[in-house]
T-cell receptor, first 112, second 117 residues
Framework: SQELEQSPQSLIVQEGKNLTINCTSS?????LYWYKQKYGEGLIFLMMLQKGGEEKSHEKITAKLDEKKQQSSLHITASQPSHAGIYLC????????????FGTGTRLKVLA | DGGITQSPKYLFRKEGQNVTLSCEQN?????MYWYRQDPGQGLRLIYYSQIVNDFQKGDIAEGYSVSREKKESFPLTVTSAQKNPTAFYLC????????????????FGQGTRLTVV
């Protein structure tokens, strides 16, 4: 079955530093979604990537999907305490099953 | 406002009891999902449903049951057969793209924290 692995598992950075979170799939991704979760709450959708080589940005967060559609990265520029939380990548399964799976998550802490 | 609502926010269960978690959405989404999240871990899929009266097991369905009698509702029952039910449970819904065979981004409820006492 398809699995999503994220790295690193946790990250502590000083405010103002850049950081990157990676998401790797065992199979070709049909759709890749990035979410953020504050502790003890639901997930907030950040961005969706579908095409190989696609890149999207929102404020200081940029997400990319590689050409083979098996790896995605989330990059935060000039991190702020408000960026702290758990970042998860999610993927929609290919046709026929409609499963929606998630990565293992990356816990981000930003020190002021 | 459209959204997805989970209730209750906190739930306590005695060992050996069944308990049902509620999930309701008014987004007119076809697909609904239940996930379990343990401390420091990602989301694991319990059950999912694409249409009314149909649902499939996810990766960790043992000890859980669901029903999908209405499009807007997808309750999850945690049975006494679930050995370690204490966790954070998240419900989600999404649009299924006709003819494309995949779901768009998922919308999440605020979660239910279940504790066995």
């Amino acid at each position: 079955s398809q699995e999503l692995e994220q790295s690193p598992q946790s990250l502590i950075v000083q405010e103002g530093k850049n950081l990157t979170i990676n998401c790797t799939s065992s199979k070709t991704l049909y759709g890749l979604y990035w979410y953020k979760q504050k502790y003890g709450e639901g997930l907030i959708f950040l961005m969706m990537l579908q095409k190989g080589g696609e890149e999207k940005s929102h404020e200081k967060i940029t997400a990319k999907l590689d050409e083979k559609k098996q790896q995605s990265s989330l990059h935060i520029t000039a991190s702020q305490p408000s960026h702290a939380g758990i970042y998860l990548c999610g993927a929609a399964a290919t046709s026929g099953t409609y499963k929606y799976i998630f990565g293992t998550g990356t816990r981000l802490k930003v020190l002021a | 406002d459209g959204g997805i609502t989970q209730s209750p926010k906190y739930l306590f269960r005695k060992e050996g009891q069944n308990v049902t978690l509620s999930c309701e959405q008014n987004l007119n989404h076809d697909a609904m999902y239940w996930y379990r999240q343990d401390p420091g871990q990602g989301l694991r899929l319990i059950y999912y449903s694409q249409i009314v009266n149909d649902f499939q097991k996810g990766d960790i369905a043992e000890g859980y049951s669901v029903s999908r009698e209405k499009k807007e509702s997808f309750p999850l029952t945690v049975t006494s057969a679930q050995k370690n039910p204490t966790a954070f449970y998240l419900c989600a819904s999404s649009i299924v793209v006709p003819g494309q065979g995949f779901s768009t981004e998922a919308f999440f409820g605020q979660g239910t924290r279940l504790t066995v006492v």
